[in-house]
């Protein structure tokens, strides 16, 4: 039998990175997106400060298309007897967008220079206003000392895309024609009742939100109506922005479209639903019946203009199948996939709290058969928490959610590994604690979900440090985490730090590199045959693109040798994950890449335990973003899932050697002990696609 599994990466998750000294990254975890790179700007805020009635520029900020937050310190402006009053102009790109603008973490006292309400910019909640040909002001209460703006947007391209979102999916980035895929609805003769056609998720690959477009018809005796409630596109685009019905009779097919300028057949509206709680596009249509002709049942299909592309996984060795946990519509989801990568049973709620709950880790305990997820929340309306929940292996949650940090400030982005000999959870994040900078802090967490201890500094330097990844070590009872970490005060470098089974720190922070400019987003795996571990990040040493590195370092935190290259191909390479695979004894590293151009594809990289690589980069799939790899725990294979921006779904490729022949005992109807043998195919390495969601 082929084992396949599944472990795909963390939803709506945005890693924003500058070359600025005072960039800062988004307290508010937007779709995934590709890393921001200064070089590639549409267009930039100019930030103007009111000082003695004279409107003086402090500074400008650029943005790509996607939502990301970035900061400016004003601090030289700061006085503590005076409100602050800021201008903010969009130039250059297409259209712009701002979610929100806070001055040392608070919002706005008045805005002008908009038509949109204030609450638009008071937090990041996907309900944004518009700032494309606008000067917008702004006055905060006074401060005194360091004055920092968050500024949350995006600007687009002059031309943007013009591929609609298609309803069937199976329809997408194909014209509707007489062989596509239709919905059937009959007509009904009696009441008015309308009937959801369909509701489909669309994950956001451009900073939109991720959600659900709902389709719901009815007709009377003289018209079909139809409503398409569009959440995932929380932008106006003026006449751009439209939606079209197609009616099949037999061999008919017959558009009507419905825009800003185009009302013959319905109307297009930007509002607030009872789907969402931010404001987004929403299309309601009449057609008549004599524009369609009678019949007694009609097939139908949508299409949307928009621009709407992650989630986490571990696998259970008792039950043979992954537990495969995402965000969506703001709420976390868990979805069981066996070892054949097949789905079983339906997803899950996690946790539906208030507000939203994001980027999902999760660890498979052996002992106890249960799961644990982790996320980060915002249940409490002031600021993300951590937060965790037990799940047994039948899909039922054990107990409920339970906090594991709800410190001052804010907790994000966590990482869970589990400790088989404590049978406990090390729970890791980045923590703003201290109001002043972010720190790496941890949390052991017990079998039963209870906390054993407090909340714990792992590197609190004075410096910034964010986006921690953790593995444990079964020979020495210790975990290694690494994070990103801007010590130097000029760029941000990788360092780790040994973390007893107790929750000590074995020694101190150690620099895992320091090359020139910056090092982002480490990932880290752990090898059981060398008792060593491989770290891998993203690295601008080169000054010109982002290029994938690795070090190798040993069970005592001593580095082996140098940090070396993965992959230093043209153009930038980014989000690199790493999976040890036993049975191979090797590592496999994959990123997404830019060599060939936009939309980037998915690379790989087996490496030895000794660091070499293994033959060259190969390609594992086009068009397709933020990747994560899991080894197989059973067989010399890998599962490598990403995002596939052409189908615009999850999917998963297996990569490697299949399982070979093994007998498995199991007990029969009369409690003989009998063998089922399991027959592998072939032993070649190889690339197969092997399912999407």
């Known amino acids: 039998m082929l084992r396949k599994a599944l472990m795909l990466f963390s939803c709506i998750f945005i890693l924003m990175f500058s070359s600025m000294v005072f960039a800062s990254y988004s307290s508010f975890q937007y779709p995934k997106v590709p890393l921001f790179n200064e070089k590639e700007v549409n267009g930039e805020f100019h930030i103007y400060v009111k000082n003695g009635g004279i409107w003086e520029e402090t500074g400008k900020i650029g943005f790509d298309k996607y939502f990301r937050q970035r900061t400016i310190d004003i601090s030289r402006y700061a006085d503590s007897g005076k409100t602050v009053k800021i201008l903010l102009k969009k130039e250059g790109g297409g259209m712009a967008h701002i979610d929100s603008v806070h001055l040392n973490n608070k919002p706005p006292l008045k805005v002008s220079g908009t038509d949109a309400d204030i609450k638009k910019f008071t937090k990041d909640d996907f309900d944004v206003a518009d700032a494309t040909d606008k ?206 990568g097949n789905a079983v049973g339906t997803e ?59 410190a001052a400030n804010g907790q994000y982005n966590p990482s869970v590994a589990y400790n088989s000999s ?92 320091y090359a020139t400019n910056d090092q982002y987003n480490p990932s880290v795996a752990y090898n059981s045959s060398t008792n060593q571990y491989l770290v891998v990040w993203h690295d601008y040493r080169s000054g010109t693109n982002f290029d994938i590195y690795g070090q190798r370092v040993n069970a005592n935190g001593n580095l082996l040798g140098g940090d070396f290259a ?46 070499n690589l293994v033959n060259i980069n190969f390609l594992i799939q086009n068009n397709a973003y933020v990747p994560h790899a899991i080894a197989n725990t059973f067989c010399p294979n890998y599962l490598v899932a990403f995002w596939d921006e052409d189908s615009d779904v999850y999917s998963w490729t297996l990569y490697g050697d299949p399982c070979q022949q093994e007998a498995i005992p199991t007990m029969n109807e009369w409690g003989m002990i009998i063998f089922i043998v399991l027959a592998g195919i072939g032993s070649l390495y190889y690339l197969r696609r092997r399912h999407s969601v």
């Not at 031309?159 to 014209?175: A, C, D, G, H, M």
């Not at 695979?581 to 790989?604: C, E, F, K, M």
Request: charged residues 20%; hydrophobic residues 30%; proline residues 3%.
């Open 135 to 340: 000067g917008i002001e702004m006055e905060f209460n006074a401060v005194e000392g360091r004055a920092i703006i968050n500024l949350t947007a995006r600007i687009e391209e002059k031309t943007i895309s013009k591929t609609p979102f298609q309803f069937p999916v199976e329809n997408l980035y194909k014209e509707v024609g007489l062989k596509s895929k239709f919905y059937t609805y009959k007509i009904d003769t009696g009441s008015r009742n309308e009937r959801q056609i369909f509701k489909e998720y669309s994950v956001s690959g451009s900073g939109h939100p991720s959600g659900y477009t709902y389709g719901r018809v009815s007709n009377d005796r003289e018209n079909l109506y139809v409503t398409i409630d569009f959440t995932p596109d929380n932008t106006m685009d003026g006449d751009k922005d439209y939606a079209a019905v197609y009616v099949k009779t037999g061999d008919n097919i017959r558009e009507f479209k419905v825009s800003t300028v185009d009302e013959r057949w319905g109307k297009a509206h930007f509002t607030y639903t009872d789907n969402v709680s931010y404001e987004h596009k929403l299309y309601r249509f009449q057609i008549p019946f004599k524009e369609i002709g009678e019949a007694k049942e009609l097939e139908l299909a949508f299409s949307a203009y928009g621009t709407a592309a992650p989630p986490g996984g571990d696998f259970g060795r008792t039950t043979r199948q992954y537990l495969v946990v995402y965000a969506k519509s703001t709420d976390i989801y868990g979805q069981f996939v066996d070892e054949n």
């Open 566 to 611: 993965i992959c230093n191909e043209t153009h930038s390479q980014y989000n690199p994950s790493v999976a040890y695979n036993s049975s191979a004894n090797q590592y496999l590293v994959v990123w997404h890449d830019y060599r060939d151009g936009t939309p980037p594809d998915i690379y790989g990289q087996l490496v030895d335990t000794n660091g």
């Open 422 to 513: 404590t049978n406990q959870y090390l729970v890791v994040w980045h923590d703003d604690i201290s109001g002043i900078s972010y720190d790496i802090c941890g949390q052991l967490v017990n079998a039963n979900g209870t906390l054993s201890g407090g909340n714990f500094a792992i590197c609190s330097a004075g410096s910034d440090q964010y986006n921690p990844s953790v593995a444990y070590n079964s020979s020495t009872n210790q975990y290694l985490v690494v994070w990103q970490d801007y010590i130097s005060g000029i760029s941000y470098d990788i360092c780790g730090q040994l973390v007893n089974a107790n929750g000590t720190l074995s020694g101190g922070n150690f620099v895992i590199s």
């Open 348 to 406: 899950f709620v996690i946790s539906n709290a208030a507000n939203g709950q994001y980027n999902p880790s999760v660890a498979y305990n052996s002992s106890t058969n249960q799961y644990l997820v982790v996320w980060h929340d915002d249940r409490s309306g002031i600021s993300y928490d951590i937060y965790g929940q037990l799940v047994n292996a039948n899909g039922t949650l054990s107990g409920g959610n339970f906090v594991i940090s709800n």
